[in-house]
């Protein structure tokens, strides 16, 4: 599993709490609940409001996917088509029928099933593609989302500051304790800022990665299949595959 985003945002997190140290605080004195909540959930509620409540519920539901992403192995997904194309060659597109209770991936599952059925190599790579057109929108929408709630965040903390100096501006009798008002007035800022660049944003963004991984693998795949059904050249169905998989770090091939 991919734990980058994970990391980094508990990297960022530790960060800001080793300066807060650094500079001679401590972490409780911006960990305030009622400009944290204040802040989590009016982005929730505007969040919410932006789109609808069963996008919402998906959106949340499919985090452990983003977030806890398994990689794709695109090389070993090349060697299965080989040798799914070299089968077919030999044998016919029928002997490839007991290959699909082997196979792990549902896009190339489902693809491989509609190639032995005899659908039209034009309406397999129509499916094909809106499948694909579909995973991005779907996922599009739930980016949308997240980018849409950092947004929202700064400026519904720089709220949450106004309501607070609002408070402290009626108790300007009390001297003494304005200091530490203002100061806690400002924490709500603080946690609009915060969680739209830790939290928000960084999943937005991840989640429009993941998805673009995850379509080029389901391209590969497309393209792997109707090469199959073409008939086509085993060596040359895989050299052609080969260039559409990323370059990968030299360490990571080895790993593999």
Not at 192 to 221: D, F
Request: hydrophobic share 50%; net charge negative; charged share 20%.
């Amino acid at each position: 599993m991919d734990f980058a985003t994970i990391i980094g945002i508990g990297a960022a997190f530790g960060a800001i709490v080793l300066a807060i140290f650094l500079e001679g605080s401590t972490p409780m004195a911006v960990i305030l609940p009622a400009p944290m909540m204040l802040v989590l959930g009016g982005t929730l509620g505007a969040g919410l409001a932006t789109t609808t409540l069963v996008d919402f519920t998906r959106a949340f539901s499919g985090l452990p996917r983003f977030l806890l992403y398994k990689k794709q192995d695109m090389n070993a997904t090349v060697d299965t088509i080989v040798s799914l194309a070299d089968k077919a060659r030999r044998e016919g597109l029928l002997a490839l029928e007991d290959a699909t209770r082997t196979i792990d991936d549902d896009f190339l599952k489902d693809g491989l099933q509609s190639a032995i059925d005899g659908v039209d190599p034009e309406d397999l790579r129509a499916m094909m593609e809106t499948k694909i057109d579909a995973r991005r929108a779907k996922d599009k929408v739930i980016a949308k989302l997240f980018t849409d709630m950092g947004g929202f965040a700064p400026t519904i903390g720089i709220i949450g500051t106004v309501v607070s100096l609002v408070e402290v501006l009626g108790n300007l009798e009390e001297p003494s304790t304005i200091g530490e008002m203002i100061a806690s007035a400002f924490v709500a800022t603080l946690w609009g800022l915060l969680s739209a660049n830790l939290i928000w944003l960084p999943i937005a963004a991840r989640i429009k990665r993941i998805t673009e991984i995850e379509c080029s693998h389901m391209e590969l795949a497309m393209e792997g299949l109707l090469a199959i059904q073409a008939g086509s050249n085993p060596r040359v169905v895989g050299e052609r595959l080969r260039a559409l998989v990323p370059d990968q770090p030299k360490q990571a091939k080895e790993a593999a």
